[in-house]
């Protein structure tokens, strides 16, 4: 009698745990998805840039609201004269009420100068128009090539410093 008592208060009490388990659980979900994603970004009629990935999930309704690209983000964006920089990652993300894009895995980023910068991760920050990190770096340019660890420069790559460099590039024009 003792035991069906102690197993029927062990069975109460395993039930009562999963509903108090269930009341505290909430699905980490998104609130949107989209295959296919291609947005042009557009300002005065003119497009500044155009973003395409295959999957798109945007979690609006979480604290943090962000959209992630996890299979990857393919993005050309335009200057004033129409020269392109284009940018492409394995995976990206975007934290609403911030102007950052987190771009990771496999980065490449190249204008039509044939200048290119490859790293494992690198930040976009829209507002400035402008790429950082602090990770290796292996940076192409028509002069030359170089490697280093952290690297910041504008999306035409006009102005770029660079820290912990080494290589060779031919200042003579």
């Known amino acids: 009698m003792f035991f069906a008592i102690l197993g029927g208060l062990l069975i ?22 989209a295959d296919d994603f291609n947005l042009k970004y557009t300002d005065s009629g003119r497009i500044k840039s155009i973003l ?8 609006a309704r979480v ?6 690209f ?6 050309t964006m335009y200057d004033d004269k129409g020269k392109r920089t ?20 496999n980065v490449k980023i190249s204008n039509e100068s044939g200048q290119m910068l490859e790293t494992q991760q690198l930040y976009f ?8 990190t602090e990770k290796k770096f292996k940076f192409t340019d028509p002069k030359g090539i170089s ?13 770029v410093n660079s820290q912990r460099i080494n290589g060779a590039i031919d200042q003579a024009e």
């Open 12 to 33: 109460g009490c395993e039930s009562n745990f999963k509903e108090v388990q269930k009341i505290n659980f909430s699905e980490f979900m998104p609130s949107g998805e």
């Open 52 to 59: 395409v990935s295959p999957k798109m999930l945007d979690y």
């Open 63 to 68: 604290e943090f609201p962000f959209t992630e």
């Open 70 to 75: 996890p299979k990857g983000v393919h993005v």
């Open 86 to 105: 284009f940018i492409t990652s394995e995976y990206a993300v975007t934290f609403k009420g911030t102007d950052l894009i987190d771009l990771q895995k």
């Open 125 to 132: 920050d829209q507002k400035n128009e402008w790429f950082f």
């Open 147 to 159: 490697f280093g660890e952290g690297i910041d420069f504008s999306k035409d790559f006009k102005i």
